[in-house]
């Protein structure tokens, strides 16, 4: 980690060697200037166009550091959240995002109050509830929240997670009625049943009572439930529109707050302890960020608070989970999404589905400890079945290059790996994507998964597509979104999604980007840089983490390592080193670059910086999204 004696608030001044400067790099068409900030120079070069293409622009337009005397306009941190649109009124509040700063009033989103009213029976009168969750983090993190808040509520809840491949997505009427005729008066679906028409009348019909917790996208008709809480209901307020970017295990922490709020006016606390739900946060912060839940607005305060809380290690399956990745540290925010996360999905992907929510409930250390170690190995398996999968996806991508959302489909195509790869796909092309499962010759549907670009709600497609009579089943938010396909109608759906969404990606692939936040001196790149820098954190979907131009540097090393990962070692004018890598970039117009570029030649590299922590002190290095030569 960087040294704990780094200024909170590194200012302009102090990695600008002493000096003030407020030159911008302005954006040309196809060119770029660039300002050596370390040496305070003017514009030093002017390159072409980047290697893979893009523009590079400031973001928030043009970064201007002010010329009065050194205060708020010097504050990096202050510079990073106006470029993300925080007016300047408001720059403390979101300087550290806490809950009492960003938290609704959970009786603004619909039928909240009925949901709360009826989980708060059912605690009074100790009913049996199941809680019926989603395979994915969100879901056994919703899950999971419900069953940790009930138990501190004195009542022990029953879980239910259907099998990917067996059950497939969203609550099955014959499951519901199952759980029913089990004896559970009341089922709380988390991160699914908004769409589930037939599923939840026939648990109407049987006599059950049922609350839907959700967050995708619902239709005009909603399903028949006791209570529907999903704030991207058509019908919802604003407040509770406002707060369509959360997960589902954010409203399912606006549910607990609400339950809690309704039994404390019925006396339940008079003679107990309320529980702190405040512990349960971190849950809140996995589920998020592992969603890709946009992290702006309550969604920071949620993943702010949770990762300090996650810090705490109360939770004995999150522990075993973080010990399990092999974190010797306090989990940061990319670690939820690239270590933790995967782990929990392993189990509803290729393994068994339940496994994330007894993890993440259980009370025993050796429980949790078998059950995280369990979901590595999973894990392991998931990645060796993605690569085939994904090298199956691309081999077809030649013959669709015309089309605006790549369709690919394979017999024998895992389905708990087809999100991931349609997630690849679409980092390689720039393009949504969808990967469909077909499943074995006899199978008459396809299982498919699509991920989508900023500025292209792939989620109200497709549930256009399937109102059109396209699709058997479909729905999702705009940048995820899952369906069900008849083989015969796979052609027809292809087409209609291409022609339905070819100008929405005509328009985001032109303003195709680097968004930059600073440009700096390769010996500017610092530990202490980086501490702050992430300062204006957390980062995400929504919230982009900061982007920094350095150079001008020359490649002393560049090799390929683990899974077609590009490394360099570089060095500058001012003596300055640099240690970056581009992921799966390989055989990237990018990677093919930085492998053959020759000693002589001078680049400018853009990326995310973070620290190194593995060597015997921490170093800055550089995640690569772009390069550009400098001469």
């Not at 609550?171 to 049943?193: F, H, K, M, Q, Y």
């Not at 999150?318 to 399990?324: E, G, Q, V």
């Not at 085939?388 to 895992?414: F, I, K, M, S, T």
Request: with cysteine; hydrophobic share 45%; glycine share 10%.
């Amino acid at each position: 980690m960087a040294s704990s004696r780094a200024p909170a608030r590194l200012r302009v001044a102090e990695i600008a060697g002493g000096s003030r400067h407020g030159d911008s790099l302005p954006v040309r068409r196809n060119r770029i200037a660039v300002v050596d900030m370390a040496t305070h120079t003017a514009p030093i070069s002017t390159t072409r166009t980047s290697i893979t293409g893009r523009t590079w622009r400031w973001r928030g337009g043009n970064m201007d550091f002010g010329s009065g005397p050194i205060g708020l306009e010097d504050d990096i941190v202050a510079q990073l959240l106006l470029a993300r649109g925080v007016e300047r009124e408001d720059l403390e509040r979101q300087r550290t995002p806490s809950l009492r700063a960003f938290l609704p009033d959970p009786s603004e989103l619909r039928d909240m109050d009925l949901a709360a009213d009826r989980l708060a029976q059912a605690v009074i009168a100790g009913e049996t509830v199941t809680i019926y969750g989603d395979y994915d983090v969100d879901g056994a993190t919703s899950a999971a929240l419900l069953i940790r808040l009930l138990r501190m509520l004195g009542l022990e809840a029953r879980h239910y997670i259907p099998d990917r491949l067996l059950e497939g997505y969203g609550p099955s009427g014959e499951a519901l009625v199952r759980l029913a005729r089990e004896g559970s008066s009341l089922i709380v679906t988390v991160d699914c049943g908004a769409m589930a028409h037939e599923a939840l009348a026939m648990a109407h019909d049987e006599g059950v009572d049922v609350i839907v917790v959700d967050h995708h996208k619902c239709a005009s008709e909603l399903p028949r439930a006791t209570a529907l809480v999903n704030p991207n209901r058509l019908d919802e307020a604003a407040i509770g529109a406002a707060h369509g970017h959360l997960a589902a295990v954010g409203v399912a922490f606006l549910l607990a707050i609400a339950t809690v709020r309704t039994l404390r006016a019925r006396g339940f606390f008079d003679s107990r302890v309320e529980p702190d739900l405040f512990s349960l946060l971190d849950l809140v912060a996995l589920g998020t960020v592992a969603d890709v839940a946009a992290l702006h607005g309550l969604n920071r305060a949620f993943v702010a608070q949770g990762l300090k809380i996650m810090g705490r290690r109360d939770n004995v399956g999150m522990a075993a989970l973080i010990d399990a990745s092999r974190l010797s540290r306090a989990p940061t925010c990319s670690d939820l999404g690239f270590a933790l996360g995967p782990r929990i999905n392993a189990g509803g992907r290729v393994g068994e589905a339940s496994l994330g929510v007894r993890l993440l409930t259980t009370h025993d250390p050796d429980e949790a400890r078998a059950i995280a170690e369990t979901l590595s190995r999973l894990n392991e398996e998931r990645r060796a079945i993605e690569m085939a999968v994904q090298e199956a996806a691309e081999d077809q991508l030649a013959a669709q290059h015309n089309r605006a959302v790549p369709v690919l489909a394979g017999r024998g195509w895992h389905p708990g790996v087809i999100g991931i790869v349609a997630g690849r796909i679409k980092e390689k092309t720039g393009k949504p994507a969808i990967v469909i499962a077909l499943g074995d010759e006899d199978g008459a549907h396809g299982k498919g998964s699509g991920r989508s670009i900023p500025g292209v709600d792939l989620g109200a497609a497709i549930i256009g597509a399937r109102e059109a009579g396209l699709l058997v089943a479909g729905g999702g938010h705009a940048m995820a979104a899952g369906l069900t396909v008849a083989h015969d109608r796979l052609e027809h759906f292809a087409d209609w999604l291409d022609e339905r969404l070819a100008a929405d990606v005509a328009a985001a692939s032109v303003s195709r980007s680097v968004a930059l936040d600073l440009a700096l001196a390769p010996a500017g790149l610092t530990p202490a840089l980086v501490e702050t820098l992430e300062g204006a954190g957390p980062f995400g979907m929504g919230w982009p983490g900061p982007r920094v131009a350095v150079g001008p540097v020359r490649i002393i090393k560049a090799d390929v390592v683990g899974s077609g990962h590009v490394r360099l070692i570089t060095s500058g004018a001012d003596s300055g080193r640099i240690k970056a890598i581009a992921f799966r970039s390989a055989e990237t117009e990018l990677g093919q670059a930085l492998l053959h570029a020759g000693p002589d030649r001078r680049l400018w590299l853009a990326g995310r910086a973070k620290i190194d922590d593995w060597g015997p002190r921490p170093q800055a290095e550089l995640l690569l999204d772009d390069a550009a030569w400098a001469d």
